[in-house]
């Protein structure tokens, strides 16, 4: 967790020790001021494939409306 670079990273993993430690979905919610479906997303996540399956993908965004040309 202290070597996480990027702060949405920090918080992934604040909310998986926070699981681990016994503490409600809710009560995680509302330290990280997330929705519960968020931190439900998390557990689930991490339940499902580990601390690898946390890591943030790429977002693309916005395919360009300009060409390459």
């Not at 020790?17 to 016994?22: E, M, Q, S, V």
């Not at 997303?41 to 693309?60: C, M, P």
């Amino acid at each position: 967790m202290k070597q996480a670079k990027e702060r949405r990273m920090y918080e992934r993993y604040q909310a998986i020790y926070l699981h681990l430690k016994g503490t409600s979905m809710t009560a995680i919610a509302e330290i990280l001021n997330r929705n519960r479906m968020t931190v439900s997303s998390y557990i689930h996540t991490y339940e499902n494939g580990g601390l690898v399956a946390l890591r943030l993908k790429h977002s693309s965004g916005a395919p360009p409306r300009l060409t390459k040309e």
